[in-house]
């Protein structure tokens, strides 16, 4: 069984910066394609970037340039460091992964930015 657990939302004020941690468990991580997704009140979840096993990254054009996803697989942990924060980044966050044909989700961590 394949579990993702986030953590390192919290609120922030505009122009600052958050970083995101998804800690894996079940599976290989290291073999393992991951991403970052991200769903505003009221929107539908949307794509943020994700991280090949080798550390090939993209990301959506609204966070080009100011997050960074990586990925530690010895830890088998996934981060985002998510740099001049705007409002409209304000989502609750998830990671992903894509284990054997199959989506599976953390329960995501909540980020707030104040303008």
């Known amino acids: 069984q394949v579990q993702l657990v986030e953590s390192g939302g919290g609120l922030v004020q505009a122009g600052g910066s958050l970083r995101l941690t998804c800690a894996a468990s079940?599976?290989?991580?290291?073999?393992?394609?991951m991403k970052w997704y991200r769903q505003a009140p009221g929107k539908q979840r949307e794509f943020v970037a994700f991280i090949t096993r080798s550390g090939t990254t993209n990301y959506a054009d609204s966070v080009k340039g100011r997050f960074i996803a990586s990925r530690d697989n010895a830890q088998r942990t996934l981060y985002l460091q998510m740099n001049r924060l705007k409002p409209e980044d304000t989502a609750v966050y998830y990671c992903?992964?894509?284990?054997?044909?199959?989506?599976?989700w953390g329960k995501g961590t909540l980020v707030t930015v104040s303008s």
């Open positions: 079940g599976t290989i991580f290291a073999n393992v394609l």
């Open positions: 992903n992964a894509l284990v054997e044909g199959t989506n599976y």
